[in-house]
T-cell receptor, first 115, second 110 residues
């Protein structure tokens, strides 16, 4: 596709529910990142995939959060037992090369609201 | 602690005025510094990085290791520069595990 695609663009759920957010990176980009942006803050790193494996998941806030990228392309961020504090915009980004010199291309984000 | 500080939430200027968006950082190693920009109803995108030493859309930023700063400057602001600007850093030689500041909204008035 032309850019990083994220679905859904908006998700409203109730506290305690399970949520999946999907990211389709730019074709051929091996590196994929998830960030979370809370209101009034800059994006915060969650997890980095190089290919199929999670190379760095140190930003995941707790074990309710999990992400997969089974075929090295599309990634899904999964949140169990959602809490009101999980409300944020979840951003996905990809880059052609894994190094910091590789430009990050961001999606438009998935806005999650937990009631 | 690794941190990026953007002290101004909002910077309001008139068209043609000089602009300086401040960014200070705290990092124990050798960082790479970036400016990202988000225009209204658009996605976050890279504006410039210190290692490239380039000027993009008239903006420049110089890394000052002594003052641990990476301020973004433009001599003459344009209305189309109005956007949200984020300063970010990453470990030199690492991957794009970026630490972002809270952002500064630049409003350029006619």
């Amino acid at each position: 596709g032309a850019g990083v695609s994220q679905t859904p663009s908006n998700k409203v759920t109730e506290k305690g529910k399970y949520v999946e957010l999907r990211c389709d990176p730019i074709s051929g980009h091996t590196a994929l990142y998830w960030y979370r942006q809370s209101l009034g803050q800059g994006p915060e790193f969650l997890i980095y995939f190089q290919g199929t494996g999670a190379a760095d998941d140190s930003g995941l806030p707790n074990d309710r959060f999990f992400a997969v990228r089974p075929e090295g392309s599309v990634s899904t961020l999964k949140i169990q037992r959602t809490e009101r504090g999980d409300s944020a915009v979840y951003l996905c980004a990809s880059s052609l090369t894994p190094g910091v010199g590789g430009e990050l291309f961001f999606g438009e984000g998935s806005r999650l609201t937990v009631l | 602690a690794q941190r990026v500080t953007q002290p101004e939430k909002l910077l309001s200027v008139f068209k043609g005025a000089p602009v300086e968006l401040k960014c200070n950082y705290s990092y124990s190693g050798s960082p790479e510094l970036f400016w990202y920009v988000q225009y209204s109803r658009q996605r976050l995108q890279l504006l410039l990085r210190h290692i490239s030493r380039e000027s993009i859309k008239g903006f420049t930023a110089d890394l000052n290791k002594g003052e641990t700063s990476f301020h973004l400057k433009k001599p003459f602001a344009q209305e189309e520069d109005s956007a949200m600007y984020y300063c970010a850093l990453s470990r030199s030689g690492g991957y794009n595990k970026l630490i972002f500041g809270a952002g500064t909204r630049l409003a350029v008035h006619p």
